[in-house]
């Protein structure tokens, strides 16, 4: 199974919950890339996940398997020779576009598992990722707001949430469908930009079960629970946002214990990794 995920620094916290949970719930051998860099804004400076990091990340899973690998990409030299000017200031980090240049990595195997850093894997997935995608670009679940309020398709729901992604990449790489959304992010700021540019352009979408991206709260058939920005309507209207690193707004704010053993492991280890 290959994984990616793509952050800076702040995302090492994230990548190795998820990774632990992978751990648990699989046993087919891991192939994990991280997509990162260093990068300066007129606002802020961003790191690298550290090398430091990757190596510890590496040591860990291959205590499950010997085969199992964690590298590190650098995928600065290609980010900014087509730096998405339109959204370098938005919300949300660059580092939110970088999945879209997996294309021009040419490591990067032709069937890939995109995470963002705030999904935990409750169950094997093995079913989801081992579908055949071979007439699609990509396979995900629709985004739990978004749904409702970006379709294309007046008749159908049919926009994507970009945190759970099963990309087709020799089709990708075809096709042109990030070197496309990377055109778009540099010259339209959009909400999202993305996650946005994806389902815009994308011509080949499969749309994959809820249980695929949990977005809203944990269930009975939940696979990957992503943990982000939610409403709540008690006891006033108002966003939640409790990230999995977050253990005790994990536990206080949503009630959850389901992954305790994962987030005890994570407080253990993390000390070391940094």
């Not at 409750?122 to 670009?137: L, P």
């Not at 536990?251 to 940094?274: A, R």
Request: glycine share 4%; net charge neutral.
């Amino acid at each position: 199974m290959n994984l990616l995920y793509c952050g800076d620094e702040k995302a090492e916290d994230g990548i190795l919950i998820s990774i632990l949970s992978f751990l648990k719930h699989g046993k087919e051998q891991l192939n994990i890339y991280i997509m990162t860099m260093d990068l300066e804004t007129e606002r802020q400076s961003y790191r690298a996940v550290s090398d430091a990091a990757v190596r510890f990340l590496d040591q860990r899973v291959k205590r499950e398997n010997p085969e199992n690998t964690v590298a590190k990409i650098d995928a600065g030299t290609a980010f900014r020779a087509a730096l998405p000017e339109a959204n370098m200031e938005t919300r949300f980090t660059p580092y939110c576009m970088l999945r879209l240049f997996a294309d021009e990595i040419p490591e990067l195997p032709d069937k890939l598992l995109y995470l963002d850093a705030d999904v935990v894997c409750r169950r094997d997935c093995g079913e989801f990722y081992h579908q055949d995608i071979r007439d699609c670009e990509l396979a995900g679940a629709l985004d739990y707001y978004g749904k409702w309020f970006f379709r294309r398709n007046l008749l159908c729901m049919d926009y994507m949430n970009s945190g759970v992604l099963l990309l087709n990449m020799e089709r990708i790489r075809k096709d042109g469908l990030f070197r496309e959304c990377r055109r778009l992010c540099r010259e339209k700021k959009m909400f999202m930009p993305d996650q946005t540019a994806i389902n815009k352009l994308a011509v080949s979408k499969r749309i994959q079960p809820r249980k695929y991206n949990e977005q809203r709260r944990l269930r009975e058939d939940t696979v990957l629970q992503h943990f982000t920005t939610s409403f709540r309507f008690f006891p006033w209207l108002h966003t939640l946002t409790v990230k999995p690193w977050q253990v005790e707004a994990v536990h206080e704010k949503l009630g959850l214990h389901e992954y305790d053993d994962i987030l005890e492991e994570y407080q253990v280890l993390i000390p070391g990794m940094k």
